[in-house]
């Protein structure tokens, strides 16, 4: 019995083996085939060391070095060159509030009209302040010319006659202050309403109608459309290449426009958390731009050396750019590294070198390179 228990035991344990060897090849082969060890290897361009015969008809090209200039970019904001706060010079009740944000307004257009009744009422104080003056005025200047006519007749003493003196030079003060009184209060009536000091457009609304205004706050912005400009932060290394007149590229992102500014303003200050400038810049103000757009501005520096080739030039392979170097009448395929696209040429970083030859790819091929 103990060797029959002991023979099932051995063959469940060979059973088992045999499985798990059976498995472990099935698992291999798959990962054998899933990895192309089976199937037909594509060949790979090679990188310098294959060479083949030039083909008849080949538009060949050196590489060029070209001077180019080289620019640095500073970010901006638009701005625009005349912005308004229109503020309250007085404490009152608005009473009307007609104009809203985005509106255009003219100059010496109503924008805000403040409860008056208070200032009325002061200026009709000091009119009636000014008629008792004028009238004061008027009897002390009388009895001044009496007084003058009674002393040339001995009639008044010389005290009598200086008092008449006086007393009309004091009624003609008291009368030119009452004039400014009432002129002041006229003037404070006039603050009563907020009429619009530019032709602009309104972009900021701080109150409404019912709200009390108090001197200085401010409860409108408008500023001038017509006149923009970009702020610009310059960082301190490259504000001294720059000078007022100076012409500077420039670009609105946004409206996926190019120019030209002139730089009308450097702040002399620099910002001390960011070690930088403020530089304004303005130009012909193109339509469709508004304050607060995102901009940038480029900097001159010194020219950059290129080594440039055609796009045509160039083969992809996959992740791979590469070029047909042509010497000797052979063609020589080699990897090169590319950088910036520079109208209708391309940049090489590294591969080749001033003066190489490489040969022009067909028309049409769309710049792959099938292996062979």
């Known amino acids: 019995m103990n060797q029959k228990a002991s023979s099932r035991s051995l063959l469940a344990a060979l059973g088992t083996l045999l499985v798990a060897v059976v498995a472990t090849a099935v698992v291999g082969w798959m990962l054998v085939s899933l990895s192309g060890v089976l199937h037909e290897k594509v060949p790979q361009p090679s990188g310098g060391d294959a060479a083949e015969a030039l083909p008849d008809g080949s538009e ?24 308004v706060a229109v503020a ?28 008056d009744d208070t200032l009325t009422a002061r200026l009709r104080q ?14 002390a200047a009388l009895d001044y010319g009496r007084a003058e006519r009674l ?30 009184t009432v002129e002041e209060a006229r003037v404070m009536l006039a603050y009563a309403q907020l009429t619009s000091p530019i032709d602009g457009i309104v972009v900021d609304r701080r109150a ?44 609105l992102e946004n409206l996926d426009l190019d ?7 450097i702040v002399p200050e620099s910002q001390a958390a960011s070690r930088t400038f403020q530089v304004k810049v303005s130009g012909p103000c193109p339509p469709g731009v508004t304050s607060g757009m995102f901009g940038r ?35 020589v395929r080699r990897a090169v ?36």
Request: hydrophobic residues 45%; proline residues 4%; charged residues 25%.
């Open 297 to 331: 501005i480029s900097i001159p520096l010194d020219n950059e050396s290129l080594l440039v080739i055609p796009e045509r030039a160039i083969r992809r392979v996959g992740q791979l750019t590469m070029v047909d170097l042509v010497d000797n009448g052979r063609v």
């Open 126 to 139: 000091a009119e009636a302040a000014a008629d008792a003056a004028r009238a004061a005025a008027e009897r």
């Open 259 to 265: 120019c030209h500014a002139t730089i009308r303003e």
């Open 151 to 180: 002393r040339a007749q001995n009639v008044v003493t010389q005290a009598e006659l200086d008092a008449a003196v006086a007393a009309d030079r004091s009624a003609q003060a008291d009368l030119q202050r009452a004039g400014q």
């Open 60 to 83: 060949i090209v050196e590489v060029r070095r070209i001077e180019r200039p080289r620019y640095e970019s500073a970010v901006g904001t638009i701005k625009p060159v005349h912005e």
């Open 208 to 251: 409404e109608a019912g709200d009390t205004a108090v001197p200085g706050q401010v409860l409108l912005t408008l500023y001038d459309p017509n006149e923009m400009q970009m702020v610009a932060s310059v960082r301190e290394g490259l504000v001294t290449r720059l000078e007022v007149g100076q012409e500077v590229p420039a670009r």
């Open 88 to 115: 309250s010079k007085i404490m009152a009740v608005i009473e009307q509030l007609p104009v809203t944000a985005g509106q255009q307004v003219t100059v010496g257009q109503v924008l805000a009209v403040l409860d």
């Open 337 to 372: 590294r590319i950088g910036r696209p520079i109208e209708g040429d391309r940049e090489i970083l590294s591969g080749l070198a001033e003066g190489d030859r490489v040969r022009l790819m067909e028309a049409g091929s769309g710049g792959e390179l099938s292996a062979r």
